[in-house]
């Protein structure tokens, strides 16, 4: 079986993360998978392909970037629609670029196999032509995969749509040999898009009362913009500056894999502040290294993160509620440690393997279907 995976970045991304291994472990299976990805023409670090080193092909279509949102987006699409072969047995997106892209090729007969889409979640996009793009898409999709039961009811009741869960799975390997802990600082950490869907914003809003309660606390924060390109940074810095807690911010564009698993060994809980999630790959990362949690009751991760469990859950946008949660848990190492001991056991029940498996399953059901 041929299988051609689309994602639209080459960048640490979550949608990435799962395409790569999935697309790694579809190979360990004995799928002929490759890779096709996008990367602006003047972007230097995606010449050597990926954030790092993959075990399947791949190839990275360039596009010239430009601040248009809707001139940027069918350039991408484009790229895909020029560039793509032809005669895959399956086709899968990550995103709705790529889904839009695959849509419109069989459409207009250029390709004929099947076409499946993960859909990780589907934003609420504050720019009204990006919202509507993202629908769109989703409403093209043929087979679809969802990476929580949270959106496989959500596809259903907003869209009439059937899925299969796929969880995101973990490779535990990857955070084997974790470093040891250097600083002494309480730390927390953010992993995440910088896109107003992840909630960073409440987070620097809380740290203010957490310091009052912590005063050495200090905030990592690692992001990078997706879609609209901007550099978020320069807002998120201001509000910081704003509320006063601006020296106790770090802030990473993206970092090297040894650098990440640092950071998780110097922080003391990771924190989530998400509007909505699909699910969340650095929650899995930070129970892996044995940290706790302080997220959103929101989209899947209630379907993850167990509350006082592994970690602490509270509603999407609560500044108090997330502030006293990491005020508690930087308060009570032992209960950070008791939390965290659990969740590198939740870890393993999730496995890329077990998703591999599912997803193989639905190509096969649809190469043969009449």
Not at 12 to 32: M, Q, W
Request: charged fraction near 25%; aromatic fraction near 8%; include cysteine.
């Amino acid at each position: 079986m041929k299988v051609a995976m689309l994602t639209y970045s080459t960048r640490p991304r979550g949608g990435v993360v799962h395409a790569l291994k999935l697309a790694e472990r579809l190979r360990a299976l004995g799928t002929d998978v490759t890779l096709y990805s996008l990367a602006r023409a003047d972007d230097p670090l995606a010449s050597g392909g990926y954030f790092r080193p993959v075990s399947v092909p791949f190839e990275v279509f360039r596009y010239d970037w430009t601040p248009e949102l809707v001139t940027r987006l069918e350039r991408m699409i484009s790229s895909y629609s020029d560039h793509l072969p032809r005669d895959a047995d399956v086709y899968h997106a990550q995103d709705c670029v790529g889904g839009t892209a695959l849509a419109r090729m069989k459409a207009e007969g250029i390709i004929a196999a099947p076409v499946f889409r993960t859909i990780h979640h589907v934003d609420d996009f504050a720019e009204p032509r990006l919202f509507e793009f993202e629908k769109a898409a989703v409403a093209a999709s043929e087979h679809r995969f969802v990476v929580s039961r949270y959106w496989k009811d959500r596809l259903e009741s907003d869209y009439g749509l059937d899925s299969t869960i796929a969880y995101n799975g973990f490779d535990q390997s990857d955070f084997a040999d974790l470093p040891p802990k250097r600083s002494t600082r309480p730390t927390i950490l953010f992993v995440g898009g910088l896109e107003p869907r992840k909630g960073l914003e409440f987070l620097i809003h809380a740290l203010e009362p957490v310091a009052s309660a912590v005063p050495e606390v200090r905030l990592v924060a690692i992001g990078k913009s997706g879609f609209r390109g901007t550099d978020e940074w320069g807002w998120f810095l201001t509000l910081a500056a704003r509320l006063g807690v601006r020296e106790r911010l770090e802030f990473h564009e993206s970092v090297p894999q040894e650098t990440l698993l640092q950071l998780y060994s110097d922080c003391d809980v990771l924190v989530m502040p998400s509007r909505t999630e699909g699910w969340g790959l650095a929650l899995m990362e930070a129970m892996a290294c044995g940290k706790p949690i302080v997220a959103s009751r929101t989209g899947g991760i209630p379907e993850l993160v167990r509350d006082g469990v592994d970690g602490l859950l509270v509603p999407p946008g609560d500044v108090k509620g997330i502030a006293d949660a990491v005020t508690r848990l930087l308060s009570d190492p032992g209960l950070g440690k008791a939390m965290g001991a659990r969740g590198m056991e939740r870890v393993k029940e999730f496995t890329w393997d077990g998703t591999a498996r599912t997803v193989l399953r639905e190509y096969e059901r649809a190469i043969h279907r009449p």
